[in-house]
């Protein structure tokens, strides 16, 4: 069975191109992408909109609630059956993003330990500065720790506390969690698999970044304070509680992610908007050249500068 991804930096194209190349070679695409799973999180996740899919079905979008984590091991069960059933349709599945984790769960089916929350680890763990916390994981795993959000507690603490703690009845307490796709290859077995990566010079990146930044910005801001009821009102009332049923704290808006979380201080009057648009392009920048890191590993990706290549490539391998 054919699987064929398409990976890359944020901001490298992968949406468009991916578009393109299910309309040609009669594909659906599963999303790779640990932020547009939420509901809700539209703008600042660059999640693409019903009219832009130019009738292409998506799959693993707005699958989970932003109020809670949403694990690599739930992601894996859900794409796994998304690709299964694309290719029941005689269709070919795109796993696209850029979410290096995510596209390894699937093509190296590490298999993931279903790893439950550890609320004194975690309440030990929250002590820590960032800082600190990055230090822990770099020496635990420092694979993950080359992809990982540095300056998100709570991934950090959550990338830790899989390190050290399972109640998979294998004995895994103690290994990083690169370790575990040495245990098996479950998830990949069926698959014949064409990586494709979108190659873009560190320069044309930082261009694209800066471009998409300022073109989304205000659509980002009104979806945090949408998410977040941020009336002068809302704000009085608290800055870390949810101030409605359906609504985000700061706190966990904030945990999400790189434009949620300096857009959400802004909101708060923390930073000023041009404090807010510096850091948001420095972070994105540091963001793009830890996930080129992680793929440049992966030596069984293909780069690619155009389209007419990535046709050329797919026609081969179908």
Do not use: C
């Not at 040609?24 to 547009?36: C, H, T």
């Not at 506390?161 to 069926?190: C, H, M, W, Y």
């Not at 959400?264 to 510096?278: F, G, P, S």
């Amino acid at each position: 069975m054919k699987l064929i991804v398409i990976l890359g930096p944020t901001a490298s194209g992968k949406t468009d191109l991916s578009i393109k190349l299910a309309k040609k070679f009669n594909g659906e695409i599963v999303s790779a992408d640990s932020r547009q799973v939420y509901k809700g999180l539209d703008i600042g996740s660059g999640k693409i909109t019903k009219s832009k899919m130019r009738g292409i079905t998506h799959h693993l979008l707005d699958v989970a609630n932003p109020k809670r984590k949403f694990t690599v091991s739930q992601y894996q069960k859900l794409a796994l059956r998304a690709i299964k059933n694309i290719q029941k349709r005689n269709k070919i599945p795109f796993l696209v993003g850029g979410t290096g984790f995510y596209i390894k769960s699937i093509v190296d089916g590490i298999i993931i330990p279903d790893v439950k929350p550890n609320w004194k680890l975690r309440k030990k763990l929250e002590k820590k500065n960032t800082a600190e916390l990055f230090l822990m994981l770099k020496k635990l795993d420092p694979e993950r720790a080359k992809t990982i959000d540095a300056k998100n507690p709570r991934r950090l603490i959550r990338a830790i506390e899989i390190v050290l703690v399972t109640d998979n009845p294998v004995p895994l307490i103690g290994r990083p969690t690169s370790d575990f796709q040495k245990i098996g290859r479950r998830a990949s077995a069926n698959f014949e698999i064409l990586q494709i990566g979108i190659k873009k010079s560190p320069e044309e990146l930082k261009k694209a970044i800066h471009k998409r930044l300022l073109k989304r910005i205000k659509g980002i801001i009104a979806e945090v304070k949408n998410l977040t009821s941020s009336s002068l009102r809302a704000r009085a009332f608290s800055r870390e509680r949810s101030v409605a049923g359906s609504n985000l704290s700061f706190k966990r808006l904030e945990e999400l992610g790189m434009e949620y979380r300096f857009v959400a201080q802004y909101v708060q009057d923390k930073i000023h908007y041009e404090e807010m648009i510096e850091k948001l392009q420095k972070e994105i920048e540091r963001f793009a050249k830890r996930q080129m890191t992680w793929f440049k590993r992966d030596k069984r990706i293909q780069w690619i500068e155009n389209q007419r290549q990535t046709e050329e490539l797919i026609k081969k391998f179908l």
